[in-house]
């Protein structure tokens, strides 16, 4: 038996399994919490609803596949901040395979177009496509904006595309 009130060990052994637990059953949601945590840890803006953090099948930056399922590994689900000073609000934030997110890092777009041109191989390969994800991310954002300056007919318009734009990059509807 647990004695998680009196026991640190205890506690300690019953909260991994809980986390566990909630990362097999509930990814999104243990995605939001962490985000949370690590928003007020860095001083970061949060502004996400609990239905924000959407898990595709397939990394939208690598093409590779995302397992929600099982211990960590290079295809678990990580939230990148596509922008990484703008925090956790909407339209700032994607779900990528660990291994996309942390190549991506904190990197500009300079940044990973000079690791493509530098690296070769397989790692070329992928800074390539982080490139591509990155300026259609950088793509996306502008179109919300030129959205969110229309008024009228005009900016309905610009919104219907960003939503196109968004589901298409959620569902990673692009080809390689």
Not at 36 to 42: C, D, F
Not at 54 to 73: E, F, H, N
Not at 74 to 80: A, E, N
Not at 86 to 103: F, M
Request: hydrophobic share 35%; charged share 35%; with cysteine.
């Amino acid at each position: 038996t647990l004695h998680r009130s009196t026991c640190r060990a205890c506690n300690a052994a019953y909260m991994r399994a809980y986390y566990k637990e909630r990362r097999a059953n509930a990814p999104a949601s243990e995605m939001l919490d962490r985000a949370r945590k690590r928003a007020r840890r860095l001083d970061l803006p949060f502004a996400l609803p609990k239905d924000a953090i959407v898990i595709p099948d397939i990394c939208p930056a690598l093409g590779g596949p995302i397992r929600t399922s099982g211990t960590r590994s290079p295809q678990s689900p990580s939230l990148d901040r596509i922008r990484p000073d703008e925090g956790y609000v909407l339209g700032n934030i994607r779900v990528l395979s660990d291994y996309a997110n942390r190549l991506k890092g904190n990197l500009s777009l300079e940044d990973i177009e000079r690791r493509a041109q530098t690296s070769d191989g397989q790692r070329q390969i992928e800074y390539e496509r982080l490139a591509e994800y990155v300026r259609r991310e950088q793509l996306l954002a502008e179109v919300r904006a030129k959205a969110a300056s229309l008024d009228g007919r005009a900016g309905e318009v610009w919104s219907e595309v960003a939503r196109f734009l968004e589901k298409a990059f959620i569902r990673a509807d692009w080809k390689r």
